[in-house]
Every structure is written in structure tokens, then in C-alpha cells.
């Protein structure tokens, strides 16, 4: 993956293990789009909040969705936020205790999100969630009404402060701890959609396509 020397702010500067950090926005985008849900730090009176929520990616874009009277939607609408998004995809067993770790691929993004306005781009950046989660889905279902999107906010960030960080090799143990009897290696991790649960009524039906999400 291409990295870039400099970061796109002083707060996105990874400094801890610089090797893992990656700047570009191809790398960024690529791991922010297969996530499904994001976590976002914020501030309000009532001091400092970490939500999960559901997001996805169109156009360089992070969006997100809820309700007009959501806490965490008001919140994000007057001040700055931190968005967290992780990809587990393997445990490395060491030989000593202290090498032990992760594979992982991550981003940290940050700014204040953005109030989607217009309706027609409501209705579009809907139309990318649905897609996201099954593509083919948004002809067959029935699309939000004029009060279900006045009712529902949808902001996005743009994904321009922000920063990757990956690990994807194997063990790292010191020439010192070689001689263990243990085994070292990499166990790897993936999040794989199961066999789809019918709802009522949709027995023998064709069951939709499986999230786009490659986590």
C-alpha cells in the first residue's frame, strides 16, 4: 500500500509504530467502505461519548443517520467529532508474551459532520446505504416517504483529516526467544455473513444478495 510523508493534520500523525500508518486516501477510503458500523467520539454538557452507530461510504464521504432528536445527532451538528472504524483480521501468537498482537486494519478520521439538506440527496445517500448492505435491494423494497426522510437526519464527514493503520505480518520475536517450545503463528480472523433467516411470509422467497462489507 502507498503511504505519504506527511499526514494531513498534527492529530492524525500516527506515532506509535510510524511504520503502520498510511496517509492516502485510496488506503483510507478502502478500509473506511468495508465497514459497517463506526464509533464516534464526541462532546456535549454531559461530558464524553463513544457511540457505536451503522455508516457507510459514498464519494469520499462517511455517512451516518438517525433520528432529528437524537442526542448524538444535535451533538455532531454543533461541535467536532473523532470516528474510529476497525477490521480484525488475525491474532499473532508469539513466543514470548510481550510480542504477541493483532493484524488489524483501521481508520481514524476527524472534523464536523455535515447536514445533508436537500431531499434528492437524502434520498440518494439512502439509496448507497441499502446498496451497501444488499446490493439490488433498493428497486425491490419500498423507499423512504416525504415524512420518514423529514424525520431522519443524515450527516456525512468528509474523509479528508484522516489516518490508516495497519498491521498485516506475521511474528516478530526477539533472536533471544527463539528457542521456545511453543508454537508462534498467525491465527486469521474474518466476519463472514451465516445463512439467511427468512421472516415470516418470505419462506420461498429468493434470499437477497450478502452485505458488500469485506470485513
Known sequence: MTKTATPPSPRTQIRR?????HYD??????????SLVCHIAFADDQGVHCIPTACWVDRGNLYIHGSNVSCMIMALMAGEASVAMTHLDGIVLARSAFHHSMNYRSVVAYGKFEKVESESEKMESFEAFIEFLSP???SQVRQPSRNELAA?????????EAAAKIRSWGVKDDEADMHQAVWAGVIPLSMEAGKPEPDAGCEHMHA???PSSGA
Do not use: D, H, M
Not at 509504530?17 to 500508518?21: A, D
Open 17 to 21: 509504530v510510524r511504520e503502520r500508518g
Open 25 to 34: 486516501q485510496k488506503t483510507i477510503e478502502s478500509i473506511a467502505q468495508e
Open 136 to 138: 439490488g435491494r433498493w
Open 152 to 160: 431522519t437526519t443524515v450527516l456525512r464527514l468528509p474523509l479528508t
Open 208 to 210: 437477497p444478495q450478502q
